[in-house]
């Protein structure tokens, strides 16, 4: 009786194998907008514009953890894209909370963040100053995706697709952030 008291008190005081992840307010308020929201940008080299529509927007918990899968939550977002269109009705992109990374999927149409962005105070985009913009840039000047806290991504700097040398340069016109 005495081992069997012994062994439970042990048991209950072993730490869950599984490390529970939750997309944090900071990496929220960059990412996480009513559906309906919309942002539309122009691109300073071909002279084209980008319409971009949330559509669906749903957070849920990957509960199930082995060597292979972690206890986190996982955001899908639809969205439609007017110059990205590829003949769907739209865009999925996803973000997942043990990385605190977004966009996994394609770079089409809203860029990648993750919580460890490098950070701007301020910065200008169409003669706007957005504040506390975070930078993703990669190491080959390939892509750069900048995002302004509570507005979302403001501009875009990317190949025009992946078969191309020709660079896209998108900045925000102008946004709508649905109540």
Request: aromatic share 20%; proline share 3%.
């Amino acid at each position: 009786m005495f081992l069997l008291i012994i062994i439970t008190a042990l048991s209950c005081n072993r730490k869950d194998p599984c490390e529970e992840f939750y997309f944090s307010n900071e990496y929220k308020a960059y990412i996480f907008f009513p559906t309906g929201s919309y942002w539309v940008y122009s691109d300073t080299t071909f002279n084209v514009t980008d319409s971009v529509n949330l559509q669906y927007q749903n957070v849920t918990l990957n509960d199930y953890c082995d060597t292979r899968t972690e206890f986190e939550e996982i955001l899908e977002q639809r969205y439609f894209s007017s110059f990205f269109y590829d003949g769907s009705p739209y865009l999925s992109v996803w973000g997942h909370a043990s990385h605190q990374y977004y966009n996994q999927e394609q770079d089409h149409p809203m860029g990648v963040f993750t919580d460890n962005a490098n950070f701007y105070d301020t910065m200008t985009v169409n003669n706007v100053l957005y504040h506390d913009v975070r930078a993703v840039q990669f190491s080959q000047g390939t892509a750069e995706f900048y995002w302004a806290k509570n507005i979302g991504l403001i501009k875009k700097v990317m190949p025009y697709d992946y078969q191309s040398d020709s660079v896209v340069n998108f900045e925000l016109v102008r946004y709508h952030i649905n109540n």
